[in-house]
């Protein structure tokens, strides 16, 4: 199988367990995680180009870079504005992201793969 065929989701969490369970659990089923401490970072791999994520999932209370100002950065770019946001958090306010959804932590992790699938597709099994 090459890489090529595998969903990339980009995960932005600072919370080191969370960015562990939420990577674990999606490479589990199959798809290829991206991963990030805080939004500045993840602009950086999205600028780098290396791989383009099929849906980003953001956390909104981070240190360096929070997930709104992620979000304005993103939107400035035509390329990075497409891809689809979804939105992490135990706290309400995510009114002004416009984000395609939100999760609310905790995170249940069934949940998260049918939001992931609706976006990226289902993943093809892990050889």
């Given amino acids: 199988m090459s890489h090529d065929a ?6 932005v969490e600072d919370d080191i367990d ?8 999606l490479e ?3 798809y290829r995680v991206l991963a990030a401490r805080h939004g500045l970072e993840a602009l950086g791999l ?8 099929c849906l980003i999932l953001l956390d ?5 870079m929070d997930g709104w100002t992620f979000r304005d950065e993103q939107r400035k770019h035509p390329e990075l504005a ?8 135990a706290h309400a306010g995510m009114r002004d992201l416009d984000a395609a959804d939100h999760l609310r932590k905790p ?6 793969i049918g939001v992931v699938e609706r976006f990226c597709g289902a993943p093809r099994p892990p050889e």
């Fill in 82 to 89: 497409q891809i689809p946001v979804v939105a992490l958090s």
């Fill in 107 to 112: 995170i249940q992790l069934r949940v998260l």
């Fill in 60 to 64: 909104l209370m981070m240190p360096v």
């Fill in 28 to 30: 589990e089923v199959g």
């Fill in 18 to 25: 969370v960015r562990e369970a939420v990577a674990d659990t």
């Fill in 46 to 53: 999205l600028r780098s180009g290396s791989s383009r994520p």
């Fill in 6 to 11: 595998t969903p990339t989701v980009m995960l």
